[in-house]
């Protein structure tokens, strides 16, 4: 391999190590919504999914919905911020937008969420095929 050529895959391999860590700390964990919102947060159901799950503080999970459609919260390190649609039993949810950051001893298992079901005052946070990932109860 030419030095020309090693230099320059190297330069690019820095350019994206730095687009990624650049990208990752210039957030304070605020996040741009989707630019769709889904229709049908009126259904049965909708009312009830409205409010804070799990615990707003720093390495713990959590999602807040709101009566419009939005959810933001955090998967114990990064910031999340998507929409929900109510369907049937199930709360729907579309992939997130999120920061990246890399935190040390956070399990992060709330990023593969793209469904929840409530079961009383706990939302049961699903993946996309239908396996539970984990549990929020309702705050406060």
């Not at 605020?30 to 409010?51: E, H, K, L």
């Not at 999602?63 to 039993?89: H, M, P």
């Not at 699903?126 to 984990?134: C, H, K, S, W, Y």
Request: glycine share 16%.
């Amino acid at each position: 391999m030419s030095r020309t050529l090693a230099r320059t895959l190297i330069g690019v391999a820095v350019l994206g190590i730095l687009t990624m860590v650049g990208t990752a700390c210039t957030s304070d964990g605020d996040v741009a919504a989707p630019t769709s919102t889904p229709t049908g947060t009126s259904g049965a159901g909708a009312a009830d999914i409205v409010g804070l799950w799990g615990e707003d503080a720093t390495g713990k999970p959590s999602l807040e919905f709101t009566a419009d459609g939005e959810v933001r919260g955090s998967d114990g390190c990064n910031g999340i911020v998507t929409t929900y649609t109510v369907e049937g039993d199930r709360i729907a949810l579309a992939p997130f937008a999120s920061t990246l950051k890399a935190c040390m001893g956070v399990d992060d298992w709330l990023r593969g969420a793209r469904a929840a079901e409530l079961d009383g005052d706990v939302l049961v946070a699903l993946d996309a095929t239908g396996e539970r990932l984990g549990e929020l109860a309702r705050s406060g």
